[in-house]
């Protein structure tokens, strides 16, 4: 068997990503499909570490532009996070994947405080690592929060799970003549500012060599057709 192009990934998902089609914040059934993507993965022999952002419960910056302060506002969205990890994590113990929550705000009544060598030990038995609340500091998105614990975690690339196939130079869903690339400098997404993460996030990726993988989560089996060299992606390098 060849050893996978990416053995340690981290996986980012928004939260949306967790709604499905209804208006439940977090839907059993859609859970447990991307539980079961991201175990499917762990089976083809990857480590994975998750971030699930949290805007289908709190999106921080939104509330900020409605009146809400804005530190409080990102600190409420932080919980969100929580919130999704916890569900997330949930599923996955559910059909048999054994995963440690790890919060940068510490909540020991319901997950670990965020511990690099603990989390790397969690890894190396073959656990998933969901990392929640971003970075724990408020005026970070939780883009910034998976570029960090990326690097931190010495990931071999940083996957973004989306609605769309990959990086478009326009919003495909807007204009049907985007075009998608391939593969994409850091360099060229900062200057024509394509939208796949924020530019801190973007920015630390670049200065630590860690390729974004941008795909669809919301095809079922892409993560792993993705994974294997076969799905459509597009790939943000230095090169």
């Keep these: ?3 996978p192009a990416y053995k340690r990934i981290l996986l980012k998902l928004s939260g949306e990503v967790l709604m499905g089609e209804g208006k439940l914040a977090i839907d059993p059934a859609v859970t447990a499909r991307v539980a079961g993507e991201i175990k499917d993965a762990r089976d083809a022999g990857h480590e994975l570490c998750v971030v699930v952002g949290g805007g289908n419960i709190f999106r921080g910056l939104s509330a900020a532009a409605k009146g809400f302060e804005r530190a409080t506002a990102d600190y409420m969205g932080m919980l969100a996070t929580v ?3 916890l ?8 059909i048999g994947v054994e995963t440690r ?3 940068a705000i510490p909540m020991a009544a319901v997950c670990e405080p965020f511990i690099r060598r603990r989390a790397e030990r969690h890894l190396e038995k073959g656990r998933v690592v969901i990392f929640a609340a971003g970075v724990g500091s408020p005026f970070f998105t939780t883009d910034s929060g998976a570029a960090l614990r990326a690097a931190e975690m ?8 989306t609605s ?6 326009a919003d495909p869903k807007r204009n049907p003549d985007a075009k998608r690339y391939d593969t994409v400098t850091y360099d060229t997404v900062l200057a024509d500012n394509l939208k796949v993460m924020d530019a801190s996030a973007i920015a630390l990726c670049r200065d630590n ?18 994974l294997r060299g076969e799905g459509v992606s597009t790939v943000v390098t230095n090169a």
Excluded at 154 to 161: M, P, R, T, V
Excluded at 164 to 169: K, P, S
Excluded at 211 to 223: A, D, H, M, S, T
């Design 83 to 85: 919130m999704n990890a």
């Design 101 to 103: 929550v790890q919060s």
């Design 87 to 94: 569900a997330v994590q949930n599923a996955l113990e559910q």
């Design 164 to 169: 769309v196939d990959g990086v478009y130079d």
């Design 1 to 3: 068997m060849t050893s």
């Design 209 to 226: 060599n860690i390729p974004i993988v941008v795909f669809n989560i919301r095809e079922p089996g892409n993560l792993a057709s993705v």
């Design 154 to 161: 010495k990931c071999d690339a940083l996957f973004k799970g």
